[in-house]
């Protein structure tokens, strides 16, 4: 398996280039399963307040024997904590529910435009950043007008925005905005969930002429047009497989041929972040 490569943010930290999301992994199983991704070389942990898995991805760190400073913990703040006191005072209890006296990437999980307070939030961030509780801050699910409110409110441009990105939603335009900002665009359900486009053509045909599966061509193009995808599999051997994406190049014209499978409805579900909230 080749090295996993890291990326660098607007703030000069490192990201790894994949990651490991951990949503919906609880319990005992959820432990054995992030321990299992951290043996096979993850080094990115993605996880939220709102997944109430943060004891377990705490768990499964120690349990991995890896030191810390060689894992990036990532979290996020949910819609009921705002408030700029709530803010600091909900990423304080996700550090003591980590375990850890810092998170390496914090997030604004959704920006709830009826609750109007995602500013309040970002100042909050700015600050924990400040006393060095977070490392890196950024958002999720972040529209053009909710980065620019931000930015011009505090003069901190985001580090990184994770939104829903697949070969059914590529999200060319958001792509480009975060990149005109210099944000480094994070993709949740990378491979589509359910919806994987496994059988469409340019997928299949991109697997067989590099030997590899549809899944890795997908994390693969992702690579490639510079996201960084945290895929979630509870099986090791998903696991290195997902992790393997270093070791083949797509051409241009095949990583065409999957942004072009893309569906004006490609969502996975009703997560338009002007109207879908999370609290």
Do not use: C
Request: aromatic share 6%; proline share 7%.
């Amino acid at each position: 398996m080749s090295e996993i490569p890291t990326i660098t943010l607007n703030d000069n930290a490192t990201l790894p280039a994949i990651g490991f999301g951990t949503y919906p992994m609880s319990g005992a199983d959820g432990v054995e399963a992030i321990t299992s991704a951290l043996r096979t070389g993850y080094r990115l942990l993605d996880t939220a307040v709102n997944y109430e898995n943060e004891e377990e991805v705490g768990q499964a760190l120690r349990a991995s024997g890896i030191p810390r400073d060689e894992v990036w913990l990532a979290s996020k703040l949910p819609g009921r904590h705002h408030g700029y006191d709530d803010a600091i005072a909900s990423t304080k209890e996700s550090l003591h529910r980590l375990g850890v006296d810092h998170l390496d990437l914090h997030l604004i999980h959704w920006p709830n435009p009826s609750v109007g307070r995602y500013g309040e939030a970002w100042r909050a961030l700015v600050d924990l950043r400040q006393q060095g509780l977070v490392r890196s801050i950024g958002v999720s699910n972040f529209t053009a007008e909710n980065l620019d409110l931000i930015i011009a409110e505090t003069g901190v441009t985001p580090a990184v925005n994770q939104i829903e990105l697949h070969p059914y939603f590529p999200q060319v335009e958001m792509r480009a905005v975060n990149e005109a900002r210099g944000i480094r665009t994070e993709s949740w359900s990378p491979l589509g969930k359910r919806q994987a486009p496994f059988t469409e053509a340019p997928v299949a045909e991109a697997a067989q002429a590099h030997g590899v599966t549809p899944g890795q061509v997908i994390l693969r193009w992702q690579v490639q047009i510079g996201s960084l995808p945290i895929p979630k599999s509870a099986t090791p051997e998903r696991q290195r497989e997902n992790l393997d994406v270093f070791g083949f190049e797509l051409t241009p014209t095949e990583v065409d041929a999957i942004t072009t499978l893309g569906r004006p409805d490609g969502r996975l579900f009703g997560g338009d972040p002007e109207s879908h909230e999370e609290m």
